[in-house]
């Protein structure tokens, strides 16, 4: 079988890096997705991992470790606007990477002034 | 480009009616996906597609009935409504030719309630 953990709840000040830790157990990885998701919006993409190390994309960061199953997203420089969901989700065993991704639960970051 | 469409935003039903959530996309992606989101459970996957005319089911298809006549629609119909399906519905859709991200396009929702 599948599961995710992460944090239910991490707060932050803006200005400040926040790291948010995903652990996976999954039968044949083949990469690791993050997402953003704003209250009562769509989720939207911000990184794929398939190798290990860290891959950065602006104030956004990504690291993969496939051999301890464990995976973070980095923000720095937070913004209120980073105020969000973070779900951490990998693709579903036996099918393509596209399409049928299992989501971890989400962490809600709160950015406060 | 609109990307991903759902319609309709909201919905209410009554226990037993059944409706159709309606989804396209514009993108010419061969993937498309239909997921349920609640409260503190993230997102599950209800049935997925990966080209027209084939379909298979994700982690809680029970309910739920899906077609992809077409690239671009899949319709996720409910066939008697229970509170159970209270839940926002999301669309995705994705393509192998989009390059090395595998990116999912999700659609602004359905929320729908079930009384």
């Known amino acids: 079988g599948q599961n995710i953990d992460q944090p239910t709840e991490m707060t932050a000040t803006e200005g400040a890096i926040v790291q948010i830790n995903c652990t996976y157990q999954?039968?044949?990885?083949?990469?690791l997705f993050w997402y953003q998701q704003h209250a009562g919006e769509a989720p939207t993409f911000l990184s794929y991992n398939v190798l290990d190390g860290l891959e950065e994309k602006g104030r956004f960061s990504s690291f993969l470790s496939r051999s301890k199953g464990y995976s973070y997203l980095l923000l720095k420089e937070l913004q209120m606007k980073d105020s969000a969901s973070y779900l951490c989700a990998v693709p579903q065993p036996g099918g393509s990477t596209l399409g049928r991704l299992y989501f971890g639960r989400g962490t809600q970051l709160t950015v406060w002034p | 480009n609109a990307g991903v469409t759902q319609t309709p935003k909201f919905q209410v039903l009554k226990t037993g009616q059944s409706m159709t959530l309606q989804c396209a996309q514009d993108?010419?992606?061969?993937?498309m996906s239909w997921y349920r989101q609640d409260p503190g459970m993230g997102l599950r996957l209800i049935h997925y597609?990966?080209?027209?005319?084939?379909?298979d089911q994700g982690e809680v298809p029970n309910g739920y009935n899906v077609s992809r006549s077409t690239t671009e629609d899949f319709p996720l119909r409910l066939l008697s409504a229970a509170p159970s399906q209270t839940s926002v519905y999301f669309c995705?859709?994705?393509?192998?030719?989009?390059?090395?991200?595998?990116?999912?396009?999700f659609g602004p929702g359905t929320r729908l309630t079930v009384t």
């Open positions: 995705a859709s994705s393509s192998p030719r989009t390059g090395s991200s595998y990116e999912q396009y």
């Open positions: 999954t039968s044949g990885f083949n990469g």
């Open positions: 597609s990966v080209g027209a005319g084939i379909t």
């Open positions: 993108m010419n992606h061969e993937y």
